[in-house]
Structure formats: C-alpha cells, structure tokens
C-alpha cells in the first residue's frame, strides 16, 4: 500500500523565517491534504491539493504528482504557526487517508 | 454554524468500563470516520462509514465498536477489551472518498 513520509521530522524556527515542508508518497494518488494540528489537538484543514500550488494568505502548497511529492510553504512565520503539521494520502480503497508522522514546527518570538 | 461536534472534549473511564464517545455532524457528509492518535503520533484508522447502516474497520479496530443509524451521528464505543484506550479520539467526516475530509475537536479519553 502507499506510504506517507514527512520531513523534516521537527523544525525550530525563529518568528518571521521562512520554512519548507515536504511529503513523500510511494504512489500515485487522487488527492492530497495539509493539516495543522495546533496544540490543543484541533486538525485544521490547510489545503486539499491533488496537484498544482494553492496559496491562502502566508501559506502556499504545491503537489507534483507525477513526481510524487507535495510542499507546504510558510512564509513570515508567526508564533500562532507552531504545532504539528500533516499530509495525508487516500489508501487503495480510498476511503481511509494514509498519515505521514508529522513535521512538528516550533517558531520562537 | 455547519461542523463535526465531538463530546465529551474530556472524559476519564475505570478499567474495564466501556465508554461511548459521540460524533454529530451538520455537513450531511455520506462518510464518517473515527481515529486515534498517540501521543507523538500520526493518526490511526479505527472504523469509517460510507453510508447509514454500513461501516468497516480500519487497521485497529479491535476493542471498538460503532453504528450508523442515522446520516449524522456515528458514535465509537471503546468497550473493555481494548487493552490501551487512553488516548486522543478524532472524527471525521468527508462527502466521498475522494473530497477533502473535515474533523471534529478530538476527545482525550484517559482510563484510570
């Protein structure tokens, strides 16, 4: 079955730097989603982006899907930025979204 | 507001007690899905519904149980045979398979 890999596994930024996220999958899918899970547990949707670049206010997303791979961009990092921040992939079936383990972004005032 | 409404946000549970932890949804979404994250974790597939009155497991359903009488509500039971329940309970809910997938606040279940 597909899998989901994420990277950096934890990133320390200071507020107002730049930071890349990047999800590896092993095969190729029909949809894609970024989440942020804020320190309360929430899931936020970020963006839904089977492929193309999608850009809401700071952050942008981009999906190459014949190369397999998607990237969450932040720019101007704000303190609110920090938690832990998911791709996810539909499994074969597509009902069930197949997780990466998370890139957990702390940004430092 | 439309949204997935998770209850209760906290709840503690003695040793082999079952507990139900409730999941209502307003987006009239046909698929419903519940997971559980560890601490550090990703996210683990418990059980998801495609349609009323259907549902299937995920990689880990043993010690749960779940029904979906109603479009909207799909609650999961954490009965007495789930060997490490304490844990952070997630649902969710998505029109199809293939459109984006929305979640509730989560539940924190901790057995003492």
């Known amino acids: 079955g597909i899998q989901v890999e994420q990277s950096p596994p934890d990133l320390i930024l200071q507020e107002g730097a730049n930071s890349t996220l990047r999800c590896n999958f092993s095969?190729?899918?029909?949809?894609l989603q970024w989440f942020h899970q804020n320190p309360w547990g929430q899931l936020i949707n970020l963006f839904y982006?089977?492929?193309?670049?999608k850009q809401n206010g700071r952050l942008s997303a981009t999906t190459v899907a014949t190369e397999r791979y998607s990237l969450l961009y932040i720019s101007s990092s704000q303190t609110t930025d920090s938690g832990v921040y998911f791709c996810?992939?539909?499994?074969?079936?597509?009902?069930?979204?197949?997780w990466g383990a998370g890139t957990k972004l702390i940004i430092k005032p | 507001d439309g949204g997935i409404t998770q209850s209760p946000k906290y709840l503690f549970r003695k040793e082999g007690q079952n507990v139900t932890l409730s999941c209502e949804q307003n987006?009239?979404?046909?698929?419903m899905y519940w997971y559980r994250q560890d601490p550090g974790q990703g996210l683990r597939l418990i059980y998801y519904?495609?349609?009323?009155?259907?549902?299937q497991k995920g990689d880990i359903a043993e010690g749960y149980s779940v029904s979906r009488e109603k479009k909207e509500s799909f609650p999961l039971t954490v009965t007495s045979a789930q060997k490490n329940p304490t844990a952070f309970y997630l649902c969710?809910?998505?029109?199809?398979?293939?459109?984006?997938?929305?979640f509730g606040q989560g539940t924190r279940l901790t057995v003492v």
């Open positions: 982006i089977p492929s193309g670049t």
């Open positions: 519904s495609q349609i009323v009155n259907d549902f």
């Open positions: 969710a809910s998505s029109w199809t398979e293939d459109t984006e997938a929305f």
């Open positions: 095969d190729s899918v029909n949809n």
């Open positions: 996810a992939a539909p499994r074969d079936s597509n009902y069930q979204l197949i």
């Open positions: 987006l009239n979404h046909d698929a």
